[in-house]
């Protein structure tokens, strides 16, 4: 008889790994996960995670992590997905954030001891570097001082450079680490050496700045190269460690949004316990303002439950007996008891929590463009130097000439420059785009927003204000609008519904409300009330409207906002129509977005009337018009427009939006929505104008474009003079200073963002900026 083949046991871990400089350390990192036996693994360069499935009794945790620190970096085991009394980790928001948290705090760690080191470079390569370039400074033994302090920034403050560089030999594989290392030992060594063997180290030794290297003694010292070198490269690192993103803030964000306990009918008593500690089947108690505590099906009772933080839509949704509620939502007016249908990572919450932390491990980190050149540039320059050191020696030059020409070309081509092309632009940018309310988070951001060609608005609190507005107001032949929205008002006076304050404000706004007795509230259908001695009635339709109430409650349907209708005495007489309002600057928005060349849709949970209503309003067109979605719906929609071969940008302000801003390729938060949101986005605009979505484009591709002119020039600079340094034509002191004066040239380029102005279509072409004239330049980010 055949024997049933066993079925492999795999177990997942999720490992933290620290210690990744680039995208090549990730690649390598799976590579050697992979190679073990029994072993799958996915590491997220920009998560800084490792998740592994290996089979059991072939691998364990500990031998993963021992390979990633065998590769060169630290690891390890995160925490474990499920809570120590068995339940799953998506009910206890701390326990499943926790992970996370030990990823934010290695971070944290690292720029801290970043910091520390920049710090202690930065004050000692001040006087290191006025001491090497004044003569006038210069005391006797003046040389011994700066050698002293210059050791102290080489090994400590040098050190993550050089551990860099180190674990790369170990693996083949070279990186702007490698030169950095290079360029700064070949200046430490020969300043060592000159003093030591040479000319260099006598009292009373000045250094006189002239063009061509000496052709015979050792007599000069270029320490102040390798300070400079280290102290502006470890700014750059420094500033991109703070600027890495993170899921985590998103992911707990969103999991606190959860009912923390419930109350529970047990033993016909009601007993109030943690929200982990509930099962499939039992019932719970939630009072007019809390929340509800899971998924679950009203038994009794009837209230509004407002479900903005699913929906996004400021409108409540009726809830009585049979009505499904979902966990998290809240409970605005009357007391439910409700059966729990689904729990842990079941639920609606978790399920949310889940493609937010799913959307971004698919976001693959942007390789570095600095990175991808470095694979060619620094064997190459290696080679240059090795090259001269050779031909100089051949030709009968000396070894002094020979060294100090290849020197030069290390230090010439040491890329201080291009250490700082990236992060001062990202410092500058950002830091106009916070002074403009634009909080832009990190530099895979800015390669996203030159590439998107399509842009996906959410409307509630994106488009429109989010906050529901009187439309219009159709009185019947015998009545008055304005008694019609009084008596109207006076009874929604007393309720707590979004629509009813609506119609409050609206009324006060005209004159004063009239008193209400006799207050009734008939879930669903209608509150009622005593005004002035006749009963009024504010709600759904009682029976069929009069032709002329008909045509009026149908045209505020087709158009997406809220009809209700007002009896006085019986009577039919009127329907006042609320709706979302369009914020007065969104059309504006809209036509910038279509000038940088982006396509517009509006995504939405709202009708289909609403959201016609609303793309008409602000100028997108009516075939980009998708209504009436769930967030998961959100995400499929985002993720078809991927498929499409679009670049997709995505602007929202709900939980509702988080996973698809996430999904996204570049994502854009109002700073008014929800914490979750703000996390799972790219961008953030803070002023909650939606004019902002077109200057942070139009920033963040301006800073792109500096960042690549400063490392074009940062290049082509090192390509001018490395030939000048083999010829021994280049002092590797003024090597040195050509290499400070490109370092001042990218840092002056990236101060040019200072100058960057906010957009508007109404400005005068005269207060424009450049990448505004024309429109085709302005779909380029200038």
Not at 102 to 123: C, F, N, P, V, Y
Not at 290 to 304: M, N, P, W, Y
Request: hydrophobic residues 45%; proline residues 4%; negative net charge.
């Amino acid at each position: 008889m055949a024997q049933t083949q066993p079925l492999v046991d795999f177990t997942e871990v999720d490992l933290g790994v620290t210690g990744m400089t680039c995208t090549s350390c990730s690649s390598r990192v799976e590579r050697k996960l992979n190679k073990l036996d029994g072993v799958e693994a996915s590491v997220n360069f920009s998560t800084e995670t490792a998740s592994v499935k290996y089979e059991a009794g072939k691998a364990d945790p500990a031998q993963l992590i021992d390979v990633v620190r065998a590769a060169g970096y630290d690891a390890f085991a995160m925490a474990e997905e499920n809570t120590a009394d068995g339940g799953d980790s998506a009910a206890h928001p701390a326990a499943a954030a926790a992970p996370q948290d030990q990823i934010r705090a290695a971070r944290e760690r690292e720029a801290t001891d970043l910091k520390q080191r920049l710090i202690g470079s930065a004050l000692l390569t001040v006087p290191i570097t006025l001491l090497s370039m004044v003569p006038a400074w210069q005391f006797t033994n003046w040389q011994w001082a700066v050698l002293a302090m210059t050791t102290l920034v080489y090994f400590w403050s040098g050190a993550p450079f050089h551990q860099a560089t180190i674990t790369n030999i170990r693996h083949g594989a070279v990186t702007m680490d490698t030169l950095i290392t290079l360029g700064t030992t070949a200046a430490y060594l020969w300043s060592v050496w000159a003093l030591f063997f040479g000319s260099a180290g006598e009292p009373g030794m000045t250094m006189q700045m002239h063009l061509l290297p000496s052709d015979s003694t050792m007599d000069e010292i270029y320490l102040e190269t390798a300070a400079v070198v280290i102290t502006f490269l470890l700014l750059g690192r420094w500033f991109e460690t703070k600027a890495k993103g993170s899921s985590s803030a998103a992911l707990r964000t969103l999991l606190d949004m959860g009912a923390k306990d419930a109350v529970v009918l047990r033993d016909g008593a009601e007993v109030r316990v943690p929200v982990s500690q509930l099962t499939v089947g039992e019932v719970f108690v939630v009072r007019p303002g809390e929340k509800i505590a899971t998924d679950g099906r009203v038994l009794q009772g009837s209230s509004a439950v407002d479900e903005s933080m699913l929906t996004g839509e400021s409108v409540p949704v009726e809830a009585t007996a049979g009505t499904r509620v979902t966990g998290a939502t809240l409970n605005t007016s009357g007391r439910l008891m409700v059966e729990v249908t689904r729990i842990g990572s079941d639920t609606t919450l978790s399920q949310m929590a889940k493609l937010v932390t799913d959307a971004q491990a698919k976001k693959a980190p942007v390789e570095r463009l600095v990175d991808r050149i470095s694979q060619v540039f620094v064997p190459t320059v290696i080679l240059i130097s090795l090259l001269t050191l050779a031909a100089h020696i051949m030709v009968g030059n000396g070894v002094a000439t020979a060294f100090a020409a290849a020197v030069a070309v290390l230090i010439i081509a040491c890329p201080c420059a291009l250490g700082l092309a990236t992060p001062t632009a990202i410092l500058v940018g950002t830091g106009r785009g916070a002074q403009m309310g634009l909080l832009i988070k990190g530099p895979e951001i800015l390669e996203s927003t030159k590439k998107v060609d399509t842009i996906v608005l959410d409307k509630t609190g994106t488009v429109t204000s989010g906050v529901m507005s009187v439309g219009g107001i159709t009185a019947a032949a015998d009545f008055d609008a304005e008694e019609v929205l009084a008596r109207a008002a006076a009874v929604e006076a007393a309720s707590e519904h979004p629509i009813a304050e609506a119609i409050v404000a609206e009324a006060q706004r005209v004159g004063p409300v009239p008193a209400v007795t006799d207050f009734t509230n008939t879930a669903g259908q209608a509150v009622t009330g005593t005004v002035q001695g006749s009963t009024v009635r504010v709600g759904r339709p009682a029976g069929a409207l009069s032709a002329e109430l008909q045509d009026a409650f149908g045209d505020a349907q087709n158009l997406g906002g809220t009809p209700v209708v007002i009896q006085i005495d019986g009577s039919d007489a009127g329907v006042i129509t609320v709706r979302d309002t369009v914020k007065p600057t969104s059309a504006e928005a809209v036509q910038g977005l279509k000038d940088l060349g982006l396509t517009p849709w509006l995504l939405t949970g709202d009708n289909a009337g609403a959201a016609r209503a609303a793309a008409q309003e602000v100028g997108i067109d009516s075939t980009h018009v998708i209504a009436e979605v769930m967030p998961e719906h959100k995400v499929a929609h985002v993720e078809e427009l991927q498929a499409q071969g679009r670049n997709v940008a995505m602007v929202g302000d709900g939980v509702n939006d988080a996973a698809a801003l996430a999904s996204a390729d570049l994502g854009l938060a109002m700073g008014a929505g929800t914490d979750v949101a703000i996390e799972a986005s790219d961008i953030t605009l803070m002023n909650n104008d939606l004019r902002s979505t077109v200057d942070a484009i139009r920033l963040s591709r301006r800073t792109l474009g500096t960042i690549r002119g400063n490392l074009f020039w940062a290049f082509a600079y090192n390509v001018a003079l490395i030939p000048v340094a083999a010829l021994a034509l280049l002092n590797p002191m003024l090597a040195g200073v050509a290499m400070a004066f490109s370092s001042v040239f990218v840092v002056g380029n990236s101060l040019r963002l200072r100058s960057f102005r906010t957009w508007s279509t109404t400005a005068a072409s005269a207060d424009l900026d450049e990448d505004q004239q024309p429109a085709e330049r302005l779909r380029t980010g200038g």
